[in-house]
């Protein structure tokens, strides 16, 4: 395990299923080890050795298609928020609609996995900052930053860590950038969770019928530690201006 004065932050990906037209985000959950380790306790306890995902929970995929019974699915999905809520966990999420993102800020030829890999590097800075100024680290507590594992973004995600530890005063305290699978660590099926709620309440906010927010995310949100943002196609125009040249385009 990692030394005691490390904080972890946990990160995943949701979205960008259907295209250019869609919403994705990147997003997660930062708190001490031994918080992430009482966390785990919880998970374990109620999901055995089942690996969660939050997609296929909704969905009733795979594992989750007979199990549990429709009448404990709320108890469960309800004890793993509480775990998270109840342990000091601050979340991130930044998503942003691809379709202005590939137009505003990409070549004219930029295909689909290009864009999702130059949107994540985007995103996963914004994740960062929040991890570093917005929720009040100590100063004498390092962060280890986990990504669950996702093809084609992994490289040009590391250079744009690499890059913002650069800027970023105090960057002695980001002491690891990893990817790991989603079955390494509960941490990262947690943030499967926050980043598939953040990207549903995203998407149903877009949409010309406005949906309700979502009990599960209420419920994420109802302590307050959160920094949920968006990128539409203003606010990306605004951010393109603010550069002469855009940043270095991601290679194939």
């Not at 809520?85 to 689909?112: K, V, Y």
Request: a positive charge; aromatic letters at 12%.
């Amino acid at each position: 395990m990692l030394d005691y004065l490390v904080v972890i932050a946990f990160l995943d990906e949701s979205g960008a299923h259907g295209g250019l037209d869609d919403v994705f985000t990147v997003g997660g959950w930062i708190a001490r080890e031994a918080r992430w380790e009482r966390i785990a306790q919880v998970w374990d306890k109620r999901l055995g050795r089942r690996v969660f995902h939050m997609n296929h929970f909704e969905n009733r995929k795979d594992i989750f298609k007979d199990w549990p019974k429709p009448s404990r699915r709320v108890e469960l999905i309800a004890a793993l928020a509480d775990s998270i809520q109840g342990n000091e966990a601050f979340g991130t999420a930044h998503s942003m609609h691809l379709e202005p993102f590939r137009r505003i800020m990409c070549p004219p030829d930029a295909e689909l996995h290009q864009v999702k890999r130059f949107a994540y590097g985007m995103l996963l800075t914004g994740c960062l900052n929040d991890i570093m100024f917005m929720f009040g680290v100590p100063a004498n507590e390092q962060i280890s930053v986990v990504c669950e594992e996702c093809k084609g973004v992994e490289g040009f995600a590391t250079k744009m860590f690499d890059g913002f530890k650069e800027r970023c005063m105090g960057q002695d305290r980001l002491v690891s950038f990893s990817f790991k699978p989603k079955d390494a660590f509960r941490g990262l099926q947690a943030a499967d969770m926050l980043a598939y709620e953040a990207f549903k309440d995203i998407t149903n906010q877009i949409r010309a019928e406005q949906r309700p927010v979502r009990k599960l995310f209420a419920t994420l949100k109802a302590k307050q530690r959160l920094c949920i943002a968006y990128a539409g196609e203003e606010n990306i125009k605004r951010w393109r201006a603010k550069y002469k040249d855009l940043p270095p385009w991601p290679p194939t």
